[in-house]
C-alpha cells in the first residue's frame, strides 16, 4: 500500500502541512530586538563597516516597520537599548570581531535576558523609546543601590547584615506608607543622594474602599531597594507621598531620611518643599486643590550604627 507524503499524513490527522508547523512554531519563538535610541550610539555603530545604514531617522524608521512586522506574526519580542560600549566590551572579553552581523546577534540575544528590556505592545517608535530609556535608568539604580546595600558590612554590635535589616525595615514602611494613606491612587518618590549618582525611584500604588493594595512587583522592588540603601547609608534623602481619590483633594505627606531613620515633617516643611524651586530656591506659588499634610510615623528606629 502506498504511503502517504507528509503533507497528506498532516492533514488526514488534522495537523496543518509541515510547513504551517514551521509557521507555528515560529511564532512560539520569542525575538529581541536591540535598539540604537540615542544618535550618539548610532553614530559609534556606523564605525563598523557591516553596520548597514547611515541615517538614524531612516534606521528608526525600519526598525518600527520591523517590529510591526513581528508582532503582526505574534512573536512575542523584547525590545533593549543596545549599548555600543558594551558591545564592544561584550566582543573583546569573547574574543570575537565586533564588525560582523554575527557579533550583533550574539549580544542582543544576551540583552534578552536582561531587566532593562520592555515587551514590544505596539507602540510607535517615537513613544517607545522614551519608555526604554526610563526601563534602563530604573535598572541602573536598582543596580547600583543593591550594590551599596551589599557593600555596607555588618553591624559591629549584633553581627547582623545591615543592607538585609534594612532592606526589610523599608519594605515594612512602605506598607505602612500605602496603608496609612487611605483609599486612593498613591504616588511615592524618594530621593537619596549617594557618592556617585541621586538614587530616585517613583512608585503607584492604588488602594481600594475595602484597604487592599495594588502594588507593581517590579516597581515596588525598586522602591524598596532605593529607600533601603537611604536608610543603610544613614545620609540625608526624602521621601514624598501624593494621594488623589475621588471627590477629594490631593493629600501630600513628605518625611526626611535622618541619621538611617524615615522622620515625618510637619505641613509648614511640606508645604516649604513644594512650594520652593528646586533649582533656584525660590517661592512657588501653592499649587490649587493640594492639601499640604505632615507625614506620619512609618518607621521604626534601627538597631544599627
Known amino acids: 500500500m502506498p504511503r502517504s507524503n507528509d503533507t497528506g499524513t498532516a492533514a488526514t490527522r488534522g495537523r496543518?502541512?509541515?510547513?504551517?508547523?514551521?509557521?507555528?512554531?515560529?511564532?512560539?519563538?520569542?525575538?529581541?530586538?536591540?535598539?540604537?535610541?540615542?544618535?550618539?550610539?548610532?553614530?559609534?555603530?556606523?564605525?563598523?563597516?557591516?553596520?548597514?545604514?547611515?541615517?538614524?531617522?531612516?534606521?528608526?524608521?525600519?526598525?518600527?516597520?520591523?517590529?510591526?512586522?513581528?508582532?503582526?506574526?505574534?512573536?512575542?519580542?523584547?525590545?533593549?537599548?543596545?549599548?555600543?560600549?558594551?558591545?564592544?566590551?561584550?566582543?573583546?572579553?569573547r574574543g570575537l570581531d565586533p564588525d560582523t552581523p554575527g557579533a550583533?546577534?550574539?549580544?542582543?540575544?544576551?540583552?534578552?535576558?536582561?531587566?532593562?528590556?520592555l515587551p514590544y505592545a505596539g507602540q510607535p517608535i517615537d513613544e517607545l523609546i522614551p519608555l526604554l530609556v526610563d526601563a534602563a535608568v530604573r535598572q541602573a539604580t536598582w543596580e547600583y543601590a543593591s550594590s551599596l546595600l551589599a557593600e555596607v558590612g555588618r553591624c559591629a554590635d549584633c553581627g547582623e547584615d545591615i543592607g538585609t535589616a534594612s532592606f526589610e525595615r523599608a519594605t515594612e514602611a512602605l506598607r505602612r506608607l500605602v496603608d496609612r494613606a487611605g483609599p486612593g491612587h498613591h504616588h511615592l518618590v524618594?530621593?537619596?543622594?549617594?557618592?556617585?549618582?541621586?538614587?530616585?525611584?517613583v512608585?503607584?500604588?492604588?488602594?481600594?474602599?475595602?484597604?487592599?493594595?495594588?502594588?507593581?512587583?517590579?516597581?515596588?522592588?525598586?522602591?524598596?531597594?532605593?529607600l533601603a540603601a537611604g536608610l543603610a547609608l544613614g545620609g540625608p534623602g526624602g521621601l514624598v507621598l501624593r494621594t488623589t481619590a475621588e471627590g477629594d483633594r490631593d493629600r501630600?505627606?513628605?518625611?526626611?531620611?535622618?541619621?538611617?531613620?524615615?522622620?515625618?515633617?510637619?505641613?509648614?516643611?511640606?508645604?516649604?518643599?513644594?512650594?520652593?524651586?528646586?533649582?533656584?530656591?525660590?517661592?512657588?506659588?501653592?499649587?490649587?486643590?493640594?492639601?499640604?499634610?505632615?507625614?506620619?510615623?512609618?518607621?521604626?528606629p534601627g538597631p544599627h550604627h
Do not use: K
Not at 557591516?50 to 512575542?76: E, K, M, N, P, T
Not at 524618594?190 to 525611584?201: G, I, K, M, N, R
Not at 481600594?208 to 517590579?218: E, I
Open 104 to 117: 550583533r546577534t550574539r549580544f542582543t540575544a544576551a540583552l534578552g535576558g536582561a531587566t532593562g528590556g
Open 190 to 201: 524618594c530621593s537619596v543622594p549617594a557618592q556617585d549618582e541621586q538614587l530616585v525611584a
Open 252 to 300: 501630600v505627606h513628605g518625611w526626611r531620611l535622618d541619621r538611617g531613620r524615615l522622620v515625618p515633617l510637619s505641613a509648614a516643611a511640606v508645604f516649604n518643599a513644594y512650594c520652593t524651586d528646586a533649582d533656584t530656591g525660590d517661592p512657588v506659588g501653592p499649587e490649587p486643590g493640594v492639601e499640604y499634610c505632615p507625614g506620619y510615623e512609618v518607621d521604626e
Open 203 to 226: 512608585l503607584h500604588a492604588d488602594t481600594g474602599p475595602g484597604g487592599r493594595h495594588r502594588v507593581d512587583g517590579r516597581d515596588g522592588l525598586d522602591f524598596v531597594t532605593v
Open 16 to 93: 496543518p502541512p509541515r510547513t504551517g508547523r514551521r509557521r507555528t512554531l515560529r511564532r512560539e519563538v520569542p525575538s529581541t530586538v536591540g535598539l540604537l535610541a540615542d544618535a550618539w550610539d548610532f553614530a559609534a555603530m556606523r564605525g563598523y563597516r557591516s553596520f548597514a545604514f547611515d541615517d538614524h531617522r531612516d534606521y528608526l524608521d525600519h526598525v518600527d516597520r520591523l517590529l510591526r512586522s513581528l508582532a503582526a506574526q505574534g512573536i512575542h519580542t523584547t525590545v533593549a537599548l543596545f549599548d555600543p560600549v558594551e558591545y564592544a566590551d561584550y566582543c573583546a572579553d
